[in-house]
C-alpha cells in the first residue's frame, strides 16, 4: 500500500532552533513517541527502535532514517526503513521550515509503502495515527526545547 502523509507544525522559536533541534539525536530520542532507541550511526544515519501499540500491528519496530538534501535551516529529505514482527515500512518524506512571525511553520510531505499488519489498514485510519503521532512528537521536541532553554512554550497552534 502506498500511503501519502502530510502535516504541519508550528513551533514558537527560530527556524535555526528548530533546525538544530531535529539534527539533536538526545532530543529526538526524548521527543520520539514509543522510543525505546535513537542513535546516530553516522554523521548522516540515524538507527531507531520503538515500541508501538495498535491493533494488529502492536510491537517492536526498528530501521534506519537517512538524511539527504540538506539545505541548512530550512529543507531536507528523510529516506526511513524498517520492520518488525507485524509489517516492513519504506518512507521518504520531505520537511521544510519556514519562518514566520513568532515561529516557525514546519511541513512535512511524504509518501510510504508498508507490507504486512499495516497494508491490512485503511489508508484513513493510518494517515491519522501517522499524523498524530508525528504531531505528538513535534509537541514533545518543542517542549524539550523549551525545557533546555530554561523557556516555556505557548501551545495556541499545535498544527495537524
Known amino acids: 500500500m502506498t500511503l501519502k502523509i502530510e502535516g504541519h507544525y508550528h513551533f514558537k522559536v527560530a527556524s535555526e532552533v528548530v533546525y538544530q533541534a531535529l539534527q539533536d539525536e538526545m532530543l529526538i530520542r526524548a521527543a520520539m513517541p514509543g522510543g525505546l532507541h535513537f542513535g546516530r550511526l553516522s554523521p548522516t ?44 515500512v519504506t518512507a521518504e518524506g520531505r520537511v521544510s521550515l519556514d519562518p514566520r512571525a513568532g515561529g516557525t511553520l514546519l511541513r512535512y510531505q511524504g509518501e510510504t509503502d508498508a507490507i504486512g499488519g499495516l497494508n491490512r489498514l485503511t489508508h484513513r485510519v493510518v494517515q491519522r495515527v501517522a499524523v498524530e503521532l508525528i504531531n505528538l512528537g513535534l509537541r514533545r521536541l518543542e517542549a524539550e526545547i523549551h525545557r533546555q532553554a530554561g523557556s516555556r512554550p505557548e501551545y495556541d497552534t499545535w498544527g495537524g
Do not use: K
Open 45 to 88: 544515519t540515524f538507527e531507531a527502535e520503538m515500541e508501538v501499540s495498535l491493533p494488529r500491528v502492536s510491537g517492536r519496530y526498528a530501521g534506519t532514517i537517512t538524511v539527504a538534501d540538506t539545505i541548512l535551516n530550512e529543507f531536507y529529505v528523510l529516506v526511513v526503513q524498517g520492520s518488525g514482527s507485524h509489517s516492513h
